[in-house]
Structures are given as structure tokens and as C-alpha cells.
T-cell receptor, first 116, second 114 residues
Framework: SAVISQKPSRDICQRGTSLTIQCQVD?????MFWYRQQPGQSLTLIAT?????????ESGFVIDKFPISRPNLTFSTLTVSNMSPEDSSIYLC?????????????FGPGTRLTVL | AQSVTQLDSHVSVSEGTPVLLRCNYS??????LFWYVQHPNKGLQLLLK??????LVKGINGFEAEFKKSETSFHLTKPSAHMSDAAEYFC????????????FGSGTQLTVLP
């Protein structure tokens, strides 16, 4: 399966600032996704990152708060904008690699964000 | 529509004893089912998946799960727990053939006692 890395692995940020999280894959993949895992909770899909077009956001998530880029088939970024303590979560990217399987997502190690 | 229910939020076992983590699903179509594990401060790792071949699926680290359509269950088992198995486990369902609509269970925290 694809090897996925995320930067930063963790960060502590001040209220009102923004943080951009990077997701890098070692091979070209068809689909990339961004998830949020709030403390003690399961995962919630934020959006699907589409290469060359706007991301597709799930209900409850908006582009102004979580802008996403996907300039090519191996890289995506998620920005958490105008942060508040409620944004403290683990943010994970995942990929679907159509070369090996069209029904399985593989996850990165996550970015642990704390907002003060 | 699809949903997943993990019946136990916490499971505690002694090292060397069997592990059973329970999962029931609901799906209006043929599902694919997955178990992922999340160790502390780590991302999610795929343990195993069911996609309609054998109903008994073997995964990594000695785990296996059995798909029971009549019971709409996909319980995860391991014959003998190891200390390194202590982690959070997520049961996940998606439409068969598509990974784009994952529905996650609420998770089961497994504690392994020495």
C-alpha cells in the first residue's frame, strides 16, 4: 500500500491563527480524503480532495474554515482557519489507491492539533 | 444508508487470553467491512477487510473476523492477546467496491492486563 506522511505531526496554536497541514504520498493515488477526530471520538470526514478542482465538503464543513488544495496526485494540504479551542483534534489524511484496491482507504499518521 | 455499532466502548483482557470485539452493521446494500487499529498517538492501520470472498477473514497480527450476514455482525477476534494489542479499534462499513463512503463505529478501547 501507499506510504503516507503528514506534517506537522503535532502543533500547539493560538486562537485566531491558521495552520496548514500537509499530506504527502509516495505514489500517485486517485482519491485523497481529510478526516477530523475530536478527543475521544471516532473519525468524521471533512472533505474529499479533488486533483485540479475544488474539494467536495461534507455537511457541516465549509471551504472558508477548511480550505483544501490538491495540486497533484501525490500531495494535498488542509488549512484550519481562524482556529478556536473547539478545533483541537487529530486531523488525518487518507488515500484510495486504485492500482491496488478501489474499496480501501489507507491513513496517514495524523496531525495532533491543540488550540489554546 | 449504512451504520455501524460497536457494542463495547471498553474491553479489558489478560495477556494470553482471547480477545472479542463486537461489531454490528446496517446497510441497504452489500457492504465492505473493515477493522482498523489506532495505537496511542498514531494514525489508523488496516487490520483486515471483508469484501465478499471468504466470510472468515484473516488479518495482521493474528486477528481475524467473521462476516455473518444473518446476524449483521463482523466481530473481531484473536486467540491470545499480547500487550502490544492495547489500542483503539474501529469497525468500518462502506458500499462494496467503493471506499468513498466510510462509516466509522465509535471505537472500542482494548486494554491488555499483564
Amino acid at each position: 500500500s501507499a506510504v503516507i506522511s503528514q506534517k506537522p505531526s503535532r502543533d500547539i496554536c493560538q486562537r485566531g491563527t491558521s495552520l496548514t497541514i500537509q499530506c504527502q504520498v509516495d505514489s500517485q493515488v486517485t482519491m485523497m480524503f481529510w478526516y477530523r477526530q475530536q478527543p475521544g471520538q471516532s473519525l468524521t470526514l471533512i472533505a474529499t480532495a479533488n486533483q485540479g478542482s475544488e474539494a467536495t465538503y461534507e455537511s457541516g464543513f465549509v471551504i472558508d474554515k477548511f480550505p483544501i488544495s490538491r495540486p497533484n496526485l501525490t500531495f494535498s494540504t488542509l488549512t484550519v482557519s481562524n482556529m478556536s479551542p473547539e478545533d483541537s483534534s487529530i486531523y488525518l489524511c487518507s488515500v484510495e489507491d486504485a492500482r491496488t484496491s478501489t474499496d480501501t482507504q489507507y491513513f496517514g499518521p495524523g496531525t495532533r492539533l491543540t488550540v489554546l | 444508508a449504512q451504520s455501524v455499532t460497536q457494542l463495547d466502548s471498553h474491553v479489558s483482557v489478560s495477556e494470553g487470553t482471547p480477545v472479542l470485539l463486537r461489531c454490528n452493521y446496517s446497510s441497504s446494500y452489500s457492504p465492505s467491512l473493515f477493522w482498523y487499529v489506532q495505537h496511542p498517538n498514531k494514525g489508523l492501520q488496516l487490520l483486515l477487510k471483508y469484501t465478499s470472498a471468504a466470510t472468515l477473514v484473516k488479518g495482521i497480527n493474528g486477528f481475524e473476523a467473521e462476516f455473518k450476514k444473518s446476524e449483521t455482525s463482523f466481530h473481531l477476534t484473536k486467540p491470545s492477546a499480547h500487550m502490544s494489542d492495547a489500542a483503539e479499534y474501529f469497525c468500518v462499513v462502506s458500499p462494496k467496491g467503493s471506499a468513498r463512503q466510510l462509516t466509522f463505529g465509535s471505537g472500542t478501547q482494548l486494554t491488555v492486563l499483564p
